[in-house]
C-alpha cells in the first residue's frame, strides 16, 4: 500500500480480554516499530523489527504484551487480560533499512479498555 | 542513560511570533535526530532530520533546526508561526549503538494565539 495501515483503527474490549492489533507497513520496508501514546504522553517505545534480525522488545511493559511479525512484512501486536491502563493509542511505524532511519507512521489504533 | 529531553511541556505563542522548542539528547556519539509534528487527528509526520554534514537543516513548513554538538542539541525554530502551527512536536533519535532504535522525546504541545 502507499502508507503503514493498522487495524482496527479503534477498538473498545472489556478488561480481561485479549485484543490484537494488526499493522501493514511499506511494503519493502525492513524495519518496524510499535509505540504507545497515552493521553497527553509521549510516545513509549515497545518493541522494534529489523529484518531477520531478533527483535528489540525492550520496551514492553510486561509479559501480557508480545509481537510477532510475520514473514518480514505484517505485525501483530497481542496483548493479554487487557488492563484499563492499557488503553492508549497503538501507533506502528516502518522505515525502509537500518540506516536510512527516516519512520513512517500509520494513523493509529485507538485501544479503550472498559 | 541515553535519553532524548524536550523541557518544555506547553508553549503559547502569537500568530507571526518566532518559535523555538528545545531538545537535548543523551548520548555519547552524535545521533541521527529528526523532528515529528502530530496534528489534532493526524497521525505524525517528519517535519526534518539531520544525519551528517551542515549542521542547519531545512524541513517542511517553513520549519529548520540547528544541531549543536557542544549543547547536545537539535531545536526547531520557525520566524513566524501560523495558525496552523498549533500541534505537537516530538524530537527523536536513533541512538547508532542502540540497534538503530528510534527513540523519542515526550513532546512540546504547541498553542497558537490569534
Known amino acids: 500500500g502507499a502508507g503503514v495501515s493498522q487495524s482496527p483503527s479503534n477498538k473498545v474490549t472489556e478488561k480481561g480480554k485479549d485484543v490484537e492489533l494488526r499493522c501493514d507497513p511499506i511494503?519493502?520496508?525492513?524495519?518496524l516499530y510499535w509505540y504507545r501514546q497515552s493521553l497527553g504522553q509521549g510516545l513509549e517505545f515497545l518493541i522494534y523489527?529489523?529484518?531477520?534480525?531478533?527483535?528489540?522488545k525492550s520496551g514492553l511493559p510486561s509479559d501480557r504484551f508480545s509481537a510477532e511479525r510475520t514473514g518480514g512484512s505484517v505485525s501483530t501486536l497481542t496483548i493479554q487480560r487487557t488492563q484499563q491502563e492499557d488503553s492508549a493509542v497503538y501507533l506502528c511505524?516502518?522505515?525502509?533499512?537500518?540506516?536510512?532511519?527516516?519512520?513512517?507512521f500509520g494513523q493509529g489504533t485507538r485501544l479503550t479498555v472498559v | 542513560a541515553q535519553s532524548v529531553t524536550q523541557p518544555d511541556i506547553h508553549i503559547t505563542v502569537s500568530e507571526g511570533a518566532s518559535l523555538e522548542l528545545r531538545c537535548n539528547y543523551s548520548?555519547?556519539?552524535?545521533?541521527?535526530l529528526f523532528w515529528y509534528v502530530q496534528s489534532p487527528g493526524q497521525g505524525l509526520q517528519l517535519l526534518l532530520k539531520?544525519?551528517?554534514?551542515?549542521?542547519l537543516v531545512q524541513g517542511i513548513k517553513g520549519f529548520e533546526a540547528e544541531f549543536k554538538r557542544s549543547q547536545s542539541s537539535f531545536n526547531l525554530r520557525k520566524p513566524s508561526v501560523h495558525w496552523s502551527d498549533a500541534a505537537e512536536y516530538f524530537c527523536?533519535?536513533?541512538?547508532?549503538?542502540?540497534?538503530?532504535?528510534?527513540?523519542f522525546g515526550t513532546g512540546t504541545q504547541l498553542k497558537v494565539e490569534l
Open positions: 511505524a516502518s522505515s525502509p533499512g537500518s540506516l536510512s532511519t527516516e519512520a513512517f
Open positions: 511494503s519493502g520496508h525492513t524495519a
Open positions: 523489527f529489523q529484518g531477520n534480525s531478533a527483535p528489540d
Open positions: 548520548y555519547g556519539a552524535t545521533p541521527y
Open positions: 539531520y544525519f551528517s554534514g551542515d549542521t
Open positions: 527523536a533519535v536513533v541512538l547508532t549503538g542502540g540497534g538503530n532504535k528510534l527513540t
